[in-house]
């Protein structure tokens, strides 16, 4: 096929099927039955945030944003981003956001659900202010004798990094492995990473979007016991099945995998909550100030993206949850590291063991991506970016070298769709075919 003809093919995925999902509202409206086809033609979005959302979720969210109804199925005459936060719908709309979460992640009692405005990234702070000012868990300075506090963190990439950052400015952070050229490119086993048995909390990032490495299976064993585990999943997050019961603290940026940006899905053993934080905390940092509140609400939520995280639930329940979320992803990913890999060499992925390979994020270059072969990458970006309007496909440079070359990023969060991802592996398989 002639490159300007596979161009057209790919550049859009021209019209998606409704499928089975539906909600009793649409039902009940007489709207068009489960096998219309949608009339949307939808763009190669491979955005790691805000990421791409189902046509089926948009469509129903377009319909309902003008008449909102409440859970008698009943209009109200308003616009949910028009509803009062101490409305009976409202908190009804938290509640029944909530159930569907706990639903999708089988969270246990244990455990409270908080849509936290300003992302994960707010959380970074939040955790230290909320974790170390509980009793106990100081270290001794050897020279002065003081005390103070430290925390574990364990790098894996950039986001490990932003984490660890913002708890350097509240206590001592102890970097349990440490990759000299800062790329993170493969990680040691556990057992030998090196934790203070003396901090508060160990913390972790689930899967790093930069160079596409993701735990797909964390080694629970070498936390030491009683130590809370602590772990940033904002892009893996609902895309497998997980054991809640086994963290302090799961947190998300809701805008890869649940909702659109504004809000963080967090999860927190209620043990954790308490009036011991640091001095000196904000009042949006402080979990027992949620949590103490009235529907533990203290201040005016993201209300849309909890509305739209609500219907994203329901959307994944009716996938089949996690386990059937999870196949997808593997079939998603496997697409692509599966051509990588048998591209004798002209596609090369920056992450090679499989057991931290993401599902989530595929990064890659070609070839060496360095020297001549830097043209390459350039001019497969050029393609896909200028001339198919594919979106967010360029990543960050990936090595040590003065003059970097951009990576290769392909995303594909839980409501990627097969089709995109087909439309990625024909365009990278007649690409190679031109330039091998």
């Not at 616009?79 to 956001?97: I, K, P, Q």
């Not at 932003?162 to 493969?186: F, G, Q, S």
């Not at 086994?246 to 940006?261: E, I, M």
């Amino acid at each position: 096929m002639a490159a300007t003809t596979m161009m057209r093919c790919v550049g859009r995925i021209g019209t998606a099927a409704a499928g089975a999902w539906s909600h009793p509202i649409r039902a009940a409206s007489g709207a068009a039955s489960a096998n219309h086809k949608l009339e949307v033609a939808r763009a190669v979005n491979l955005s790691a945030g805000c990421a791409a959302l189902p046509v089926e979720v948009l469509l129903r969210a377009q319909k309902e944003m003008v008449e909102f109804r409440g859970r008698d199925g009943a209009p109200r005459g308003l616009s949910v981003a028009e509803m009062g936060y101490r409305t009976t719908d409202f908190y009804d709309l938290m509640e029944d956001a909530e159930d569907l979460f706990r639903q999708v992640l089988s969270i246990p009692d244990t455990h409270e659900v908080h849509f936290f405005n300003g992302g994960a990234s707010l959380q970074f702070a939040a955790i230290p202010m909320n974790l170390l000012g509980r009793p106990g868990n100081y270290a001794s300075q050897k020279t002065s004798g003081g005390v103070y506090k430290t925390a574990n963190y364990v790098r894996s990439g950039h986001w490990s990094e932003k984490a660890r950052d913002e708890a350097r400015m509240y206590c001592h952070v102890h970097e349990t492995n440490n990759d000299p050229d800062d790329l993170y490119l493969n990680m040691p086993p556990g057992e030998e990473w090196n934790i203070d048995p003396k901090g508060a909390y160990i913390h972790y990032t689930a899967a790093d979007t930069r160079q596409g490495l993701e735990f797909q299976d964390f080694p629970y064993h070498v936390v030491p016991e009683g130590m809370p585990l602590v772990c940033d999943a904002s892009a893996n997050l609902g895309s497998k099945p997980v054991d809640v019961s086994k963290y302090g603290v799961l947190y998300a940026a809701a805008h890869k995998n649940f909702s659109t940006s504004g809000v963080c899905y967090t999860i927190i053993r209620k043990d954790l909550i308490t009036e011991n934080v640091l001095p000196g905390t904000p009042t949006m940092c402080n979990w027992n100030r949620f949590q103490t509140a009235p529907g533990k609400i203290w201040t005016v939520p993201v209300v849309f993206s909890v509305w739209m995280g609500k219907m994203m639930c329901e959307w994944m329940l009716e996938q089949g949850g996690l386990v059937a979320l999870e196949e997808l992803a593997i079939r998603r990913s496997n697409m692509l590291y599966d051509l990588i890999d048998d591209s004798n060499g002209f596609y090369k992925t920056f992450v090679t063991e499989p057991t931290l390979r993401s599902r989530m994020n595929i990064v890659f270059t070609i070839k060496s991506g360095e020297g001549s072969d830097s043209q390459l990458v350039e001019k497969f970006l050029h393609e896909t970016e200028h001339e198919l309007g594919w979106l967010d496909i360029k990543s960050h440079p990936l090595s040590v070298n003065v003059e970097q070359t951009p990576a290769i990023r392909v995303t594909m969060y839980n409501p990627q769709s097969v089709e995109t991802v087909q439309a990625v592996q024909d365009f990278m398989s007649e690409f190679q075919k031109r330039h091998e």
